[in-house]
């Protein structure tokens, strides 16, 4: 195979080149560099559209052979009625970060899953108690699954309630994860009991109004609000963010358009009370859980890094392994 051009990557070729071990290996690595001072922020921006949006993450990732990687993704919450289609959809393109010249295109849906689910066990490995065995999972989509697929690495997790407005849902995915992870799963119709029992709480939603209240999470809870990277999106009691230790995934993004934003928003907390970023405690600037008691909330709005991390990742195993097509803009 010629090894010139662009390479493209459909998404079946993008799933069996990224496991996710290696992305979990890859998102902490890139936030310890980030830390360190050695990755400058990463750039986004964001179009609206009548039914949904595009918004565009940018970063520069340094190494022994530098890129420059995009993100172009857009979001339509009515897709998967409507027509059939995914909700996020995209594209990730990679350059020569020494010349700039186009070096792939890759489907976007595989890695943002897998990203999102790798920058949740980054943080549960360094937020959560040691011995967090019963976890909380609010969502039954696919980004539920590699979530859970993903913290089980970390984590030694015995129970998981799983939660879905669509009950079917929610009982076709504890019987499919059961088998898959063999770890005693169930499916709730109610939230309030198993979170009160919950070492982990994983909110992997579209709603616009919080679910997860204050009363109901008690001391010691790692929680990972995933679902709002929208300003319109809430899952967490703006309550529970103002009392908790909120670590942010970026700290710009989360007061625009996490949960910290809804907080803020309320005048229950601001800017400077959030505690800090993921980077920061990965590279050992800050140190992440210091008590068993803290309720500590992993705000996760989705960053360039992680998608450029693992965008890189894949690129070098399919050059290494002869994978996917290559294209010649200048033919």
Known sequence: MQLDGMLLLCRSQVDQLLTLRD????????????????????????????????????????????????????????????????????????????????????????ITIKRTAAATAVAAKFLATKTSSIATICGCGAQSRAQLRAVQLVLPLKKIHVFDLNQNVARNFASELSRELKIDTEAVHDLAPPIQTSDVVITCTTATQFFVHKQDVRPGTFIAAVGADDARKQEIDPALMASAKVIADSLDQCCAIGDTHHAIAKWLMSREDVYG????????????????????VFDSTGVAIEDAVAAAAVYEKARAGNVGTYFEFAA
């Open 23 to 110: 992305c979990i290996d890859a998102v902490e690595k890139v936030f310890r560099l980030q830390g360190e001072g050695i990755i400058l922020p990463p750039g986004i921006l964001g179009v609206k559209a009548d039914n949904g949006g595009l918004h565009v993450k940018a970063a520069l990732l340094p190494g022994d052979r530098s890129y420059l990687v995009a993100k172009l993704n857009t979001n339509f919450l009515g897709n998967p009625t409507r027509f059939a289609l995914p909700t996020i959809q995209g594209v990730i393109a990679i350059f020569d970060a020494a010349n700039g010249s186009p070096l792939a295109l890759l489907d976007s849906i595989d």
């Open 277 to 296: 970023e993921l980077s920061e405690v990965v590279a050992g600037q800050k140190p992440g859980r210091i008590s068993d008691r803290e309720i500590i």
